[in-house]
T-cell receptor, first 114, second 115 residues
Framework: AQSVTQLGSHVSVSEGALVLLRCNYSSSVPPYLFWYVQYPNQGLQLLLKYTSAATLVKGINGFEAEFKKSETSFHLTKPSAHMSDAAEYFCAVSDRDGGFKTIFGAGTRLFVKA | DTEVTQTPKHLVMGMTNKKSLKCEQHMGHRAMYWYKQKAKKPPELMFVYSYEKLSINESVPSRFSPECPNSSLLNLHLHALQPEDSALYLC??????????????FGEGSRLTVL
């Protein structure tokens, strides 16, 4: 069975600082991996996805993530945080048989201090 | 701008009411989903439709009744709900062809309050 673990329910950074949100997955087969962002009272928006083409994936808004099979990790980073990055971030995994069941991590709330 | 449109954005209903949530997408996606999200929690899958047929029901109580009238529309009929059903209900869609990677396209959600 697939699962996703996000380390840290809350992360606080200063504006301009590095953002690092951690995600580890468990899957018996090569998975598809995603990071979604959710702003207050809105739906989820895809930040980036890993589908095995490249281990370093670049997404929107300056975010990127690196797939590390040996560590079963897919951590999300951004070199310089902006106030507008404050939101809830979900790591997610889906299998490769059609992707009907996407498993979401518990989420990490990112706070950005001025 | 989201390409998945949900209405209404907010809904307040009593436990004896019957109401419906609606979702529409025009991206040609043949899979559509209902998720339920409680505050400070991740989305939980409720139903999946593929090619307008119900593929997955995650043991959702019968007071929630999904319907997929055509490939662009998805409804969730609500009847005799409980206060604990108050949540954000999210609709999503995805591709069904060989390019499908499981990427979900979400609407902005319908905030439901049951009194």
């Amino acid at each position: 069975a697939q699962s996703v673990t996000q380390l840290g329910s809350h992360v606080s950074v200063s504006e301009g600082a590095l953002v690092l949100l951690r995600c580890n997955y468990s899957s018996s087969v090569p998975p598809y991996l995603f990071w979604y962002v959710q702003y207050p009272n809105q739906g989820l928006q895809l930040l980036l996805k890993y589908t095995s083409a490249a281990t370093l994936v670049k997404g929107i808004n300056g975010f990127e993530a690196e797939f590390k099979k040996s560590e079963t990790s897919f951590h999300l980073t951004k070199p310089s945080a902006h106030m507008s990055d404050a939101a809830e971030y979900f790591c997610a995994v889906s299998d490769r048989d059609g992707g009907f069941k996407t498993i979401f991590g518990a989420g990490t709330r990112l706070f950005v201090k001025a | 701008d989201t390409e998945v449109t949900q209405t209404p954005k907010h809904l307040v209903m009593g436990m004896t009411n019957k109401k419906s949530l609606k979702c529409e997408q025009h991206m040609g996606h043949r899979a559509m989903y209902w998720y339920k999200q409680k505050a400070k929690k991740p989305p939980e899958l409720m139903f999946v439709y593929s090619y307008e047929k119900l593929s997955i029901n995650e043991s959702v109580p019968s007071r929630f009744s999904p319907e997929c009238p055509n490939s662009s529309l998805l409804n969730l009929h609500l009847h005799a709900l409980q206060p604990e059903d108050s949540a954000l209900y999210l609709c999503a869609s995805s591709q069904m062809d060989k390019t499908n990677t499981g990427e979900l396209f979400f609407g902005e959600g319908s905030r439901l309050t049951v009194l």
